[in-house]
């Protein structure tokens, strides 16, 4: 298994110019986490209600929202009252991502992603190894299912969700984020 490197537009978080994924813990109507990665000068975005987990054998349900610019990766503090994604986000995790190449012919994200199903190398501080995004509707009915691949980053005993709630940007936990407002 190869993996290909993609440039990108720089932010804060990203000096050295490979894609990023960054993971926002959204305290709003419902706890959920926004999983996103840089594609073609965005965040493509999914929300994971059950957060990311490091067993193969857990399927979690990732439900795609609108993109955002790249600057929100950096993005923690509050989102008031009234706007969009009211309520309290934490820098979860974060890191650069790469594609997972098969073969010399691997279509680029953009391209897995609009096929419904792309492959992806995390190092975060919280996750890192394979993981897959699977489409499995469409339309109004669009979902989408984030699994770690097992390889040797899996561990199904590890269950960070729980175990390292904090930021990885502050240290900081939603209620102190919240309360600093």
Partial sequence: MKCKQKRSIPTKLNAMKTPIFVIQKHDASNLHYDFRLEV???LKSWAVPKGPSTDPRDKRLAMPTDDHP????????????GE???GTVLIWDRGPY???EED??????AEQLKRGHAKFWLEGKKLAGGYALTRTGSGDDERWLLVKMDDDKADARRNPISTEPESVASGRSLKAIAEER
């Fill in 70 to 81: 790249l600057d929100y990766a950096d993005f923690e503090g509050v989102i008031p009252e």
């Fill in 40 to 42: 073609e000068g965005v």
């Fill in 84 to 86: 969009y994604g009211a």
């Fill in 98 to 100: 790469r594609l997972i």
């Fill in 104 to 109: 010399d012919d691997t279509p680029s994200m």
